[in-house]
């Protein structure tokens, strides 16, 4: 069983082999059914909001109680909000709120508004929950309004209005970041935008005073507040126009660095014709760019026929990539934020409800172009540390070795004494070596730079 499925009782995800399960329990027979009575899920899939499924045999169930079992599309590898850029963010919000606005019609409801039940599929976001969906009267709350204001609003507006890495936070904070942490965080002047006022700012404050009030000595529950079908929407309708107005501009020197580096125009055809070949020699379906920047060589990689999965530690640059894949450049990249120098790690309940970097997939191939100096001299990552976490990513890796002789190297050593004596292309051979044979080794024309095709022992 999937381990991030274990606490909803409407059903379970799992897998055999390749093939993913979704079991539907007992106790999500009547949603379900009423799900699709009414049509929802098949205007959902003709418009690509909510992944397609086949029905499979009962028999196929993996525990007792269930009655029905699916086999939705795999979306692979799954990504998680702390990876996903500001606009990645914003998007899987406005999906959310459109899934929402499209259950009222139908007379369901979104149940849940996890950020998690949002993965990122050719350029778009997409619902992987089949069972998000429940039937309930049109004048009752959303219950899934707070979840929302705090996987998606909260850190949207942090990002916005204070820095792109408050993003992060949603590592320690899984299940969302707390409201009234973020109404802390923030500038007083976002009180003056009325959204941010009333779902964060006027919202923690609510919550503050519910905490706070004593328990009922009755024994009865609270009574159940009603809200016309007409104030569902007006809420909807907020939050859309509060999250579609909220703006972060990057400021980075990273996302132009693709453009500033020490090539010449040959050695960057030099290194462009290399890469490709190698792509081509791997013939692999999958690949991992390693410090992709702005998606250079990810293009290159999908141009040759891999799904790519471009990682970089800078937002502004994996910001600026996902824009250009959403507006239709080479959907089969995804671009995430990632620091390779400490990824994600495994998280929720026993460390495995969501998986570590290292744990999500397998790509045929990496690409680890213009990173390892940062790493080894930026870092202070010995070689052969880089070569072992190098071998364990992916049977394959296509690497680049810029010496120190190369500009962007002595920039690095510009402020700190050298005290890399092994960071030599003997001591990179030496170092990989022990982990990795080398099947091509390709000096770059008119650079100093060397690229080598590796394969793991």
């Keep these: 069983m999937d381990p991030g499925s274990f606490r909803d009782p409407s059903g379970l995800v799992y897998r055999r082999g390749e093939v993913l399960y979704r079991q539907i329990q007992q106790a999500g027979a009547a949603d379900w059914k009423a799900y699709l009575d009414s049509g929802l899920h098949a205007k959902l899939v003709a418009d690509r909001l909510i992944v397609e499924h086949e029905d499979a045999s009962i028999e196929e169930a993996l525990l007792p109680g269930a009655v029905a079992v699916i086999r939705p599309r795999r979306i692979d590898p799954i990504s998680y ?65 707070r979840q929302f204001c705090e996987h998606f609003l909260a850190p949207l507006a942090l990002i916005a209005h204070r820095d792109a890495r408050c993003g992060l936070m949603l590592r320690d904070f899984i299940d969302g970041i707390p409201l009234e942490l973020a109404a802390r965080l923030l500038p007083g002047r976002t009180r003056l935008n009325m959204g941010l006022l009333a779902h964060l700012h006027l919202h923690a404050r609510a919550q503050r005073r519910s905490a706070n009030d004593p328990p009922p000595t009755d024994g009865a529950p609270p009574p159940v507040r009603r809200v016309s079908e007409t104030g569902q929407r007006a809420l909807l309708d907020s939050l859309r126009r509060t999250v579609a107005g909220l703006r972060w501009k990057p400021d980075s020197h990273w996302s132009g660095y693709a453009t500033s580096t020490s090539y010449s125009e040959a050695a960057t055809a030099s290194k462009g014709r290399i890469v490709r070949e190698m792509l081509d020699a791997v013939a692999g379906r999958r690949a991992w760019d390693l410090g992709a920047n702005t998606g250079v060589y990810s293009a290159m990689a999908a141009d040759a026929g891999y799904r790519v999965v471009a990682w970089d530690q800078d937002a502004a640059s994996v910001e600026a990539h996902w824009l250009r894949v959403r507006d239709g450049a080479s959907p ?126």
């Design 81 to 145: 909000p702390y990876e996903w850029s500001f606009s990645q963010l914003r998007d899987a919000a406005l999906l959310t709120l459109e899934l929402q606005s499209r259950a009222l019609d139908t007379g369901m409801r979104l149940k849940d508004a996890s950020a998690y039940n949002i993965q990122f599929d050719a350029g778009r976001p997409i619902l992987i929950d089949t069972l998000s969906f429940e039937a309930a009267p049109a004048t009752e709350p959303w219950p899934a309004y």
């Design 332 to 457: 089969a990249i995804l671009p995430l934020v990632g620091d390779l120098s400490n990824p994600s790690p495994a998280l929720g309940w026993a460390l495995e409800e969501r998986s570590s970097f290292l744990d999500r997939d397998e790509p045929d191939v990496i690409l680890a172009l213009a990173l390892v100096h940062h790493l080894a001299i930026g870092n202070n990552v010995p070689l052969d540390r880089v070569a072992s976490l190098f071998g364990r990513l992916a049977p394959q890796a296509i690497v680049e070795f810029v010496p120190k002789e190369d500009p962007m190297t002595r920039r690095l050593l510009a402020a700190r004494p050298d005290i890399f004596g092994g960071y030599t292309l003997d001591g990179f051979r030496s170092a990989f070596e022990t982990t990795h044979r080398i099947v091509r080794e390709a000096p770059i024309d008119d650079s100093p730079r060397t690229l080598f095709l590796l394969a793991r022992r």
